[in-house]
């Protein structure tokens, strides 16, 4: 069962129903947004995304609205602060790959620009060679974390069934904003 015939069909919360209908699938440039989405997707391995999304407001606070610049600052008490938050997943694996991934989203802005133009520059590819690539460039990176991240943030196709109502709400959107090539389904 795809997630969009989970969550029209009622078998998904609506923690679900309101990720599914306002932020899977959209196209994210803010650099912040980008960080944010990759953090939760690595925070969800081995979890529910019910976890993740119950969390999400707490991961916010936590890691200061996922500002780039101040969790690449993060330093042992800052890890300290977050394994002690309950309103976080407290793994020092995943919170030592936020900050670090942090600062490697640093330095591809200083050689791309952004976040954002870096995966422009890389798009399009396949799932394999996205893994690859974010698998050199980032920590705690697997396949299924990669594709879920391209996936939530339009770089992969495929997150909404096509007679979704929030596919074509995408597309409508994707038209109005005259968006890039890499953006249209």
């Given at each position: 069962?795809?997630?969009?015939?989970?969550?029209?069909?009622?078998?998904?919360?609506?923690?679900?129903?309101?990720?599914?209908?306002?932020?899977?699938?959209?196209?994210?440039?803010?650099?912040?947004?980008?960080?944010?989405?990759?953090?939760?997707?690595?925070?969800?391995?081995?979890?529910?995304?019910?976890?993740?999304?119950?969390?999400?407001?707490?991961?916010?606070?936590?890691?200061?609205?996922?500002?780039?610049?101040?969790?690449?600052?993060?330093?042992?008490?800052?890890?300290?602060?977050?394994?002690?938050?309950?309103?976080?997943?407290?793994?020092?694996?995943?919170?030592k790959a936020a900050s670090e991934n942090a600062r490697r989203i640093l330095r591809i802005r200083d050689s791309h620009g952004s976040f954002a133009a870096w995966l422009d520059a890389h798009h399009p590819q396949d799932k394999q060679d996205w893994v690859k690539l974010f698998k050199k460039t980032f920590v705690f990176t697997g396949g299924e974390i990669v594709g879920e991240f391209l996936l939530s943030t339009a770089y992969l196709p495929g997150a909404h069934d096509e007679d979704c109502p929030v596919h074509r709400k995408i597309r409508k959107l994707r038209k109005l904003q005259k968006v890039s090539p890499r953006q249209r389904p």
């Amino acid at each position: 069962m795809s997630y969009c015939s989970a969550v029209r069909g009622g078998s998904l919360g609506g923690e679900h129903v309101r990720y599914h209908d306002q932020e899977y699938g959209f196209p994210i440039r803010d650099d912040n947004a980008l960080f944010e989405r990759l953090v939760l997707e690595i925070n969800q391995a081995g979890l529910s995304w019910t976890t993740i999304l119950r969390k999400q407001q707490g991961f916010r606070n936590a890691y200061h609205q996922f500002d780039l610049e101040t969790v690449a600052a993060y330093g042992p008490k800052d890890e300290e602060r977050l394994l002690a938050d309950a309103g976080i997943i407290r793994n020092r694996l995943k919170v030592k790959a936020a900050s670090e991934n942090a600062r490697r989203i640093l330095r591809i802005r200083d050689s791309h620009g952004s976040f954002a133009a870096w995966l422009d520059a890389h798009h399009p590819q396949d799932k394999q060679d996205w893994v690859k690539l974010f698998k050199k460039t980032f920590v705690f990176t697997g396949g299924e974390i990669v594709g879920e991240f391209l996936l939530s943030t339009a770089y992969l196709p495929g997150a909404h069934d096509e007679d979704c109502p929030v596919h074509r709400k995408i597309r409508k959107l994707r038209k109005l904003q005259k968006v890039s090539p890499r953006q249209r389904p």
